[in-house]
T-cell receptor
Framework: DSGVTQTPKHLITATGQRVTLRCSPR?????VYWYQQSLDQGLQFLIQ???????AKGNILERFSAQQFPDLHSELNLSSLELGDSALYFC?????????????FGEGSWLTVV | AQSVAQPEDQVNVAEGNPLTVKCTYS??????LFWYVQYPNRGLQFLLK??????LVKGSYGFEAEFNKSQTSFHLKKPSALVSDSALYFC????????????FGAGTRLFVKA
């Protein structure tokens, strides 16, 4: 158990809908990362937050947004969902924003868009 | 821009034989290199990392990796493979310049045959 908690574990929703994925980082970790894993595109970095502030941005669509709250938990909001958004979404956390810090992953949230 | 290449989609090895999973990278600045393992329907688990110092890094479950700066490689190795090592392995790279994105390779599936 990495200590990173993600909810929900599984989610099925229809195209055009909006969902929110939630992440609680490891105790004491200030950085939160979101990744998308799909069969055809591998593991894609979406976005990173450090202590509530956006730190780095990857291939995150404009329909997606994220935030990190004062208690350090994070939410990833996915809107106007399309079939291609079906994927496994990982949250990860690390102690600080330092380049050498290890990132620890949660078990993921499986999103199926039908 | 950072990039990671895992040239083999799949590696097959017999139990008891040594295994190597290859990884090459490209970054500006100093590289920080990581290996993760993913079992079916699970999150990524940290195996080992290279930050600085000794080029041979030892990690969990008997795995080790060798950093080679001139060849920009960070191959994962294990002297004697176990059937339970069968999983998906990811190499990742982060740079100390240009933000803190951690970029993952496409993954290599390791099959260890009894």
């Amino acid at each position: 158990d990495s200590g990173v908690t993600q909810t929900p574990k599984h989610l099925i929703t229809a195209t055009g809908q909006r969902v929110t994925l939630r992440c609680s980082p490891r105790s004491g970790d200030l950085s939160v990362y979101w990744y998308q894993q799909s069969l055809d595109q591998g593991l894609q970095f979406l976005i990173q937050y450090y202590n509530g502030e956006e730190r780095a941005k990857g291939n995150i669509l404009e329909r997606f947004s994220a935030q990190q709250f004062p208690d350090l938990h994070s939410e990833l909001n996915l809107s106007s969902l399309e079939l291609g958004d079906s994927a496994l979404y990982f949250c990860a956390s690390s102690e600080q924003g330092a380049a050498g810090n290890t990132i620890y992953f949660g078990e993921g949230s499986w999103l199926t868009v039908v | 821009a950072q990039s990671v290449a895992q040239p083999e989609d799949q590696v097959n090895v017999a139990e008891g034989n040594p295994l190597t999973v290859k990884c090459t990278y490209s970054v500006s600045g100093n590289p920080y290199l990581f290996w993760y393992v993913q079992y079916p329907n699970r999150g990524l688990q940290f195996l080992l990392k290279y930050i600085t110092g000794d080029n041979l890094v030892k990690g969990s479950y008997g795995f080790e990796a060798e950093f080679n700066k001139s060849q920009t490689s960070f191959h994962l190795k294990k002297p004697s493979a176990l059937v339970s090592d069968s999983a998906l392995y990811f190499c990742a790279v982060r740079s100390n310049t240009g933000g803190f994105k951690t970029i993952f390779g496409a993954g290599t599936r390791l099959f260890v045959k009894a």
